[in-house]
C-alpha cells in the first residue's frame, strides 16, 4: 500500500524539500548512497574489488530541467572515468546512467541524450570498461532501446535494463537476447499504470523467471538484477541448466541492500556486481529505495523523530 504513495512523492518538489532538510536524513541516506563527490566513492570501489566484488557506478540524477545540467552530467561521469582509470579495475567497474539525466525529457531530448552519453560510452571503452542504460519510466523506453541500439554499432558492450513488471518485456527480452546484448533484468521500480505494467508481485516474480530463462537460452550476457533469495537461486539453475558458465552471466545488487548474499554469491565464484550510487541529487534513488521496503520508511521516519 505504501509503496505508490512513496513513489507518488519521489517526483514530488515540495516532498523532495522536505525530506532533504529533515534532520536524520542523511544518516538513512548514507546506507544507499557511497558518498557525495567522487573522493567519497573512489576508496569504496577499492574496498568493494579488493572483497572480489564488481561495481557500477550511478551518479545519481534524474529528471533534469535544464541543458546546463545535461552537460554537468556528463561531465561527472568523465570526471568519474578519469579517477576509475587510475585504479585500473577494467570492466570490473563499470557504469550505469539515466538517460534523463543526460537531457532525454528536454526538448530534441532523445538527440540530446545520446550526444552526452556517447562521449561517456567512448571514454569508458578506452579505459576497457562499459556503461549500462538503466530503465526509468515506461514513457522513456523507446528512446532508450534506440540509443542503446545506436551505441552498439560502435560499442557492442553496452548494456541496458529491462523491467519485469512491463508488458513489453519479455519481447524485448528476446530481441536483445538474439542480438547478443548485456541486459540487466530487474523487477522495475517506478509507479506504472495497470494498462502497461503488472501489479500483482506474484505475477511479477513469475514474469521476472520467464524472463531470465529467454535471456540464459540466448546469445546475450544476462545480468541478474535483485536481492530476492527466490529469484537468485532460480536464476543459478537457470544457467546451470543453459549450460552456461560462471562468467557467462552475473548477479547484481545495490550497495547497502544484502551485503552478506553479495559476500556470499562472490565466494561462491559467481560475479557479483554491486550498483554503487553516489551524488549530491539522491532524493528520486532514495524514495525508491524507501517503496521498495517500508521497514526502511519505518526506520526513516524514526531517525527523523528522534533528532
Ligand atoms: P524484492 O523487492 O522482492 O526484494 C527482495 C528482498 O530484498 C526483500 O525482501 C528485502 O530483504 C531485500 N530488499 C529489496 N529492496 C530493498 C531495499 N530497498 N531496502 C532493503 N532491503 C531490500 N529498477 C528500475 O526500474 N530500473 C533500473 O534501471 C534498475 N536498476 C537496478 C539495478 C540493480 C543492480 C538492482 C539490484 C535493482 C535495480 N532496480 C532498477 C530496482 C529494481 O527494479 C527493484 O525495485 C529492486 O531491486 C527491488 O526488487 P528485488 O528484485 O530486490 O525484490
Redesign the pocket.
Known sequence: MLGPVILAASRSDKMRRFVSAAPGTKQVVAR?IAGETVDDVVPIVRDLSERGLEV?LDVVGEDITAVEQSYAARDAYLELIGRLKELGLGERAEM?VKLSMFGQSLENGHELALSNVRPVVEAAAEIGTTVTL???DHTTLDSMFAIHEELRKDFPQTGC?I?AYLFRTEEDARRLAANGSRV?I?????KEPASVALQD?AEIDKAYVRIMKILMEGEGYPMI?????R?VSIGQELARRAGRKLDEYEF???YG??TEEQNRLAAEGHRM?V?TAYGTDWYGYFM???A??P??LLFFVRSILTK
Open positions: 544507499f557500477t550505469s538503466d530503465a526509468e535494463v523491467q540487466r530487474v523487477k522495475g521500480a517506478y508481485k538484477g535483485s536481492h530476492d533469495p529469484l547484481q545488487m545495490l541492500i544484502r556486481r550498483y525508491r529505495r524507501l521498495e521496503k521497514a526502511n
